[in-house]
């Protein structure tokens, strides 16, 4: 299935982890830029749409501004990404332009992927960036993004790029040869993974979450970005970008290495994938056990009498997370009403609303087009 799905593979997102294109000693590592590009040039020849997330900006900007050691400081960290990120582009520009390429620089949010015009926007931009020929080159925002640096990794930008663009393929490039069966740099006799058809608990165990200076996470942000694009009908290749011509040669069907992580059998809808893996759950609905069972098992809308317990602060269309009795999260969606009205109709039946509460506009708290079950 892994070849078949490399060959029919048309539009492809590749991201580049940030040690394969700085370093906190030498900044931008112009060579292997110089390289990478060939080789996404090479990928495209062969008729595929490619898309790259690039990480390195700040880091190339603290060996340009002198840092000795990795920012504390949120505005320095901001600074850094200022400094490197107009050299990070510029790099690609020179390495792109020897090959006859057009690229673009494309910095977002998650606000730009949260709200759902500025989402459809984005897609719109990119899709017709595509049709002109040009390869697209995001990164977050850094500069802005106060999220992002604190708890963001361009794995988790570089999969929902993949939703944002209806990809096909998901390659991560990174500094290791793939998923292994144990941390090969304590257990000698680990071995590769060559492919993954699900990404269960022990899966993301196995992961870990080992960083390094260069990058903000590890295999496990890749894990979990290759869990979530698989619910949208993506697979993921976690490939060794160290390694001199193995992104062209896993499409032209001569190398099969790397870990290759299949996508899962059903796809969500691309708003159902948008609300589960997207937006943020701004508060969380506690729901007895018949309201789970008719949710996850029959299908149905969410209406306040299976409501036990509410927290958080949400108004009308925040996403929510939808927890059983125990605190299990199984579900998430859009609700109709904020949290302080929810407190009041928890546990009540449609006709004792109206009596206690006033006719309201919607009998379900979340419809069922706008639920998620996890």
């Known amino acids: 299935m892994r ?6 593979a048309r539009r492809v ?3 580049i982890g940030s040690s394969l294109v700085a370093s906190r000693d030498s900044g931008l590592r112009a060579d292997r830029i110089d390289r990478l590009a060939g080789e996404m040039s090479a990928v495209r020849s062969s008729g595929r749409e490619v898309l790259l997330v690039s990480s390195g900006a700040i880091v190339s900007g603290i060996q340009k501004l002198g840092l000795k050691a990795y920012p504390k400081s ?14 990070l582009m510029w790099a690609y520009e020179k390495a792109f332009e020897r090959l006859d390429q057009k690229v673009a620089q494309i910095l977002l949010t998650h606000q730009d992927l949260a709200d759902r015009r500025r989402f459809m926007n984005s897609r719109h931009t990119l899709t017709t960036l595509i049709e002109f020929g040009v390869i697209p080159v995001i990164n977050e925002n850094d500069t802005v993004a106060v999220d992002e640096i604190r708890f963001g990794d361009n794995d988790t930008l570089a999969g929902q790029v993949a939703h944002l663009v209806d990809a096909d393929l998901l390659v991560i490039l990174s500094d290791v040869d793939g998923l292994f069966s144990d941390d090969p740099r304590r257990n000698p006799s680990a071995t590769l993974m060559s492919v993954v058809p699900e990404i269960t608990k022990d899966i993301e165990r196995r992961a870990g979450v080992s960083s390094s200076f260069e990058g903000t996470g590890g295999m496990a942000t890749k894990i979990q970005a290759a ?5 949208y009908g993506v697979a993921t290749l976690i490939l060794n970008g160290e390694t001199p011509g193995l992104l062209p040669a896993v499409f032209e069907g001569t190398s099969q290495a790397g870990t290759f992580i299949l996508p899962r059998g059903r796809r969500l809808t691309s708003r159902k994938h948008w609300i589960a893996f997207t937006l943020r759950a701004k508060g969380k609905l506690a729901l007895d056990d018949g309201a789970v069972e008719a949710l996850v ?3 149905k809308s969410l209406l306040p009498s299976g409501i036990v317990a509410v927290s958080g602060q949400f108004g009308p269309g925040d996403a929510v997370a939808c927890t059983d009795r125990h605190g299990k999260e199984f579900a998430k969606g859009l609700v109709n009403f904020s949290s302080d009205t929810l407190e009041r109709m928890k546990g009540l039946k449609t006709a004792d609303i109206q009596k206690s509460i006033g006719a309201q506009e919607y009998e379900e708290v979340i419809h069922r087009d706008n639920l998620v079950i996890l």
């Open 297 to 299: 098992r029959r299908g």
């Open 74 to 87: 949120l505005p320095v960290k901001q600074a850094a990404a200022a400094v490197g990120q107009s050299r």
């Open 13 to 15: 997102v590749v991201k």
């Open 3 to 8: 070849d078949q799905l490399l060959k029919q």
């Open 227 to 231: 869990k979530k694009v698989a619910e």
